[in-house]
């Protein structure tokens, strides 16, 4: 096998955020999270639950973009919602804005909510998800417009959004990992504020500092992301992602 | 008089009489999800009626967007607006963007527990959804509410009542027995459940009998008890998806968006497309529909 892309060393740094994870449903939003839940399945973590991007829970392993071969379960939007209150889901989301205690924003940009800037989509289940359940993010293109110092809009609920808001909104919040094509991130500095865990091979701090609007705790010379080994590459390239998709979300 | 076993109360309608019903001001549902099954002839009356200052309570998608470029939108109750292939809709992003609309933002697990609490005349249901997010900072009206169990200070969602539901399923019988064949009810029978009148739009008006034989009868999920009028609306979902009679219309949902885009070409858009009724809809769609497949 050839070297890993950078788009690979990102579905692997994915599938890791679901190790140990147990048995519940995996929701990945953008390609490379799609893939890398798949690939956990196939390796790692057999346990985990997929949907099939609308309403049925798939078994086995299937391509990126194709109809899943076996049903084993079906979870109308109604299921969801009642899955993710009871939490037993992580889920992996693609904010458009970031902060350094990990609020996040798919709502709007602007400073006067009345009239924003941007439109984006609105909150969807963001709240709810990350009050409930394990949440991680993900981010294609990690830069200073993403990784701002306060989030315009609090979408996804931050540790100290959810330390301002009391006990019940705590209780079951759990921020796990940050990935972004350049580098592995988590909550472990001061505070719960955004660390520095790992840069993807060719990456170095002072580039992930210069694409982050504020300041990123950890080690001052990071460790490299893990590289997939060769079944995993075998797996992406082969059985799940055949057709590139994670390249196209992640230009070499 | 022969015994009607079929049809226990005659309900359908047109389009046109359903919005005869409805009022300007009325808080309305429009069941459905994205650019998923959505009551679009049902909108499209609404488009050409008089109706405004509307509160939409929605799952949004290309309603919304419909909706808002024709001015007949004050508040927006909903999680998301959404056309699910392509992630925003232009009209919902210049309403919102030039101040024309109130937002009334939630998480989508809200609007869910709203939609449940009216259904079941409870004035909120208790979430944990919500805290700690600016969903709380921009409805000031939101309160919390301590359990009276352990104490614990949980978000009160308030009930989302609804003067009238708009829905579109696969099939009904004429006394609004309705059923869904896709993957997903979505929240439709919730949004009938919780409105004073349900009007309930479908592909096919088929006799009674005919509904369990179909499909399991898991899929009879809105029965007649709930809805106030039927209509037969072939197509009726258009451009967004109903499953499995059809897919979402990709390249009109395409066309929507690029005219969406410019005033010019929305006033053509419209002129092409919304001028007249839903038959002429139908028809401008299906000379769309040719000239795609026809070679360059």
Request: aromatic content about 8%; overall charge negative.
């Given at each position: 096998m050839s070297e890993a892309t950078r788009a690979e060393v990102c579905v692997v740094a994915c599938a890791d955020a679901w190790?140990?994870?147990?048995?519940?449903?995996?929701?990945?939003?953008?390609?490379?999270?799609?893939?890398?839940?798949?690939?956990?399945?196939?390796?790692?973590?057999?346990?985990?639950l997929l949907s099939d991007g609308e309403?049925?829970?798939?078994?086995?392993?299937?391509?990126?973009?194709?109809?899943?071969?076996?049903i084993e379960g079906w979870i109308p939007f109604r299921a969801i919602f009642d899955l993710v209150f009871g939490g037993r889901r992580h889920v992996m989301m693609m904010p458009s804005q970031i902060d350094r205690y990990g609020n996040t924003n798919i709502s709007s940009i602007g400073a006067d909510y009345r009239r924003p800037d941007v439109q984006l989509l609105g909150s969807r289940g963001a709240p709810g998800n990350t009050v409930n359940h394990p949440t991680s993010y993900w981010l294609p293109r990690h830069s200073a417009r993403a990784f701002v110092p306060r989030v315009d809009f609090v979408s996804g609920v931050g540790y100290d959004s959810a330390a301002a808001a009391g006990p019940a909104a705590e209780r079951f919040h759990d921020l796990r990992r940050v990935v972004t094509n350049l580098a592995v991130l988590d909550f472990g500095g001061p505070e719960r504020s955004m660390r520095l865990v790992s840069v993807h091979p060719g990456v170095t701090r002072?580039?992930?500092?210069?694409?982050?609007?504020?300041?990123?705790?950890g080690e001052a010379e990071p460790p490299e992301s893990r590289a997939p080994s060769e079944e995993e590459l075998r797996l992406i390239r082969e059985v799940i992602d055949p057709r590139g998709a994670r390249e196209s979300e992640v230009p070499a | 008089m022969a015994p009607r076993y079929d049809n226990p109360a005659e309900k359908q309608m047109s389009e046109d009489e359903v919005v005869a019903e409805l009022r300007s001001g009325m808080t309305i549902g429009i069941g459905g999800w994205g650019s998923r099954r959505k009551p679009m002839s049902l909108v499209r009356a609404i488009l050409r009626s008089e109706l405004t200052d509307l509160t939409l309570v929605s799952y949004g998608g290309p309603d919304v967007g419909l909706l808002c470029a024709a001015g007949k939108v004050k508040t927006l109750v909903y999680g998301f607006v959404s056309l699910d292939t392509i992630p925003l809709d232009p009209h919902f992003r210049a309403a919102r963007e030039a101040g024309r609309i109130t937002s009334v933002e939630y998480d989508e697990g809200m609007v869910y527990l709203g939609l449940l609490a009216a259904a079941t005349r409870v004035s909120f249901l208790p979430t944990r959804s919500g805290l700690g997010s600016d969903v709380v900072k921009h409805n000031p009206q939101l309160r919390t509410v301590a359990s009276p169990y352990d104490g614990e200070e949980l978000l009160a969602m308030p009930a989302l009542r609804l003067d009238a539901a708009l829905v579109h399923l696969n099939r009904a019988d004429a006394s609004g027995n309705a059923q869904f064949l896709g993957p997903d009810l979505y929240f439709d029978d919730l949004f009938c459940q919780a409105a004073e009148r349900a009007y309930v739009s479908c592909e096919r008006i088929v006799p009674t009998v005919e509904l369990a034989r179909e499909a399991h009868p898991a899929t009879l999920r809105i029965h007649r008890g709930m809805v106030r009028g039927v209509i037969e609306a072939p197509r009726g979902a258009h451009f967004t998806s109903c499953v499995p009679d059809y897919e979402r219309d990709e390249a009109f949902q395409r066309a929507y968006v690029e005219a969406a885009r410019d005033p010019e070409r929305w006033a053509a858009f419209e002129e092409r497309y919304l001028s007249g009724d839903e038959t002429a809809y139908q028809a401008a769609v299906a000379a769309f529909g040719a000239a795609q497949e026809a070679p360059a």
């Amino acid at each position: 096998m050839s070297e890993a892309t950078r788009a690979e060393v990102c579905v692997v740094a994915c599938a890791d955020a679901w190790r140990d994870a147990g048995e519940i449903l995996i929701s990945p939003f953008g390609a490379v999270p799609a893939v890398g839940a798949r690939l956990a399945r196939a390796t790692f973590a057999p346990e985990l639950l997929l949907s099939d991007g609308e309403a049925m829970i798939a078994a086995g392993v299937w391509p990126y973009g194709e109809k899943p071969p076996v049903i084993e379960g079906w979870i109308p939007f109604r299921a969801i919602f009642d899955l993710v209150f009871g939490g037993r889901r992580h889920v992996m989301m693609m904010p458009s804005q970031i902060d350094r205690y990990g609020n996040t924003n798919i709502s709007s940009i602007g400073a006067d909510y009345r009239r924003p800037d941007v439109q984006l989509l609105g909150s969807r289940g963001a709240p709810g998800n990350t009050v409930n359940h394990p949440t991680s993010y993900w981010l294609p293109r990690h830069s200073a417009r993403a990784f701002v110092p306060r989030v315009d809009f609090v979408s996804g609920v931050g540790y100290d959004s959810a330390a301002a808001a009391g006990p019940a909104a705590e209780r079951f919040h759990d921020l796990r990992r940050v990935v972004t094509n350049l580098a592995v991130l988590d909550f472990g500095g001061p505070e719960r504020s955004m660390r520095l865990v790992s840069v993807h091979p060719g990456v170095t701090r002072a580039e992930v500092e210069a694409a982050t609007g504020f300041e990123l705790a950890g080690e001052a010379e990071p460790p490299e992301s893990r590289a997939p080994s060769e079944e995993e590459l075998r797996l992406i390239r082969e059985v799940i992602d055949p057709r590139g998709a994670r390249e196209s979300e992640v230009p070499a | 008089m022969a015994p009607r076993y079929d049809n226990p109360a005659e309900k359908q309608m047109s389009e046109d009489e359903v919005v005869a019903e409805l009022r300007s001001g009325m808080t309305i549902g429009i069941g459905g999800w994205g650019s998923r099954r959505k009551p679009m002839s049902l909108v499209r009356a609404i488009l050409r009626s008089e109706l405004t200052d509307l509160t939409l309570v929605s799952y949004g998608g290309p309603d919304v967007g419909l909706l808002c470029a024709a001015g007949k939108v004050k508040t927006l109750v909903y999680g998301f607006v959404s056309l699910d292939t392509i992630p925003l809709d232009p009209h919902f992003r210049a309403a919102r963007e030039a101040g024309r609309i109130t937002s009334v933002e939630y998480d989508e697990g809200m609007v869910y527990l709203g939609l449940l609490a009216a259904a079941t005349r409870v004035s909120f249901l208790p979430t944990r959804s919500g805290l700690g997010s600016d969903v709380v900072k921009h409805n000031p009206q939101l309160r919390t509410v301590a359990s009276p169990y352990d104490g614990e200070e949980l978000l009160a969602m308030p009930a989302l009542r609804l003067d009238a539901a708009l829905v579109h399923l696969n099939r009904a019988d004429a006394s609004g027995n309705a059923q869904f064949l896709g993957p997903d009810l979505y929240f439709d029978d919730l949004f009938c459940q919780a409105a004073e009148r349900a009007y309930v739009s479908c592909e096919r008006i088929v006799p009674t009998v005919e509904l369990a034989r179909e499909a399991h009868p898991a899929t009879l999920r809105i029965h007649r008890g709930m809805v106030r009028g039927v209509i037969e609306a072939p197509r009726g979902a258009h451009f967004t998806s109903c499953v499995p009679d059809y897919e979402r219309d990709e390249a009109f949902q395409r066309a929507y968006v690029e005219a969406a885009r410019d005033p010019e070409r929305w006033a053509a858009f419209e002129e092409r497309y919304l001028s007249g009724d839903e038959t002429a809809y139908q028809a401008a769609v299906a000379a769309f529909g040719a000239a795609q497949e026809a070679p360059a």
